[in-house]
Nanobody
């Protein structure tokens, strides 16, 4: 599975951005797709995830109510709509996919994902 993320950019605080991640290859083997982010000098952290079949969503507390993750199975695309952005949302955002079934425990943990996209920069100015 190959993942291609796009949609990052520079936005003022309070603004919105929409990230997209297109999957190609053996997409029928995907179970969960997630978004992670990594700010300079910080560890990678979970932002959100969606189950590929049922569409169940999961969010980090820091983005809950502001970010919405969705999927389009026909286009093999997962999107992350980010509203009311804050300077602390500044990071490189990565999409990732699980290639086999794993317990929900691993939905929010990077080690639970088998495939990663290249990342897209999101910068929120104050």
């Amino acid at each position: 599975v190959q993942l291609q993320a796009s949609g990052g950019g520079l936005v003022q605080a309070g603004g919105s951005l929409r990230l997209s991640c297109v999957a190609s290859g053996r997409t029928s083997s995907m179970y969960v797709m997630g978004w992670f982010r990594q700010a300079p000098g910080k560890e990678r952290e979970f932002a959100g995830a969606i189950s590929w079949s049922a569409g169940s969503t999961y969010y980090a507390d820091s983005v809950k109510g502001r970010f919405t993750i969705s999927r389009d199975n026909a286009k093999n695309t997962v999107s992350l709509q980010m509203n009311t952005l804050k300077p602390e949302d500044t990071a490189v955002y990565y999409c990732a996919a699980q290639g086999k079934y794993r317990d929900i425990y691993y939905y929010t943990r990077g080690v639970g994902y088998d495939y990663w996209g290249q990342g897209t920069q999101v910068t929120v100015s104050s």
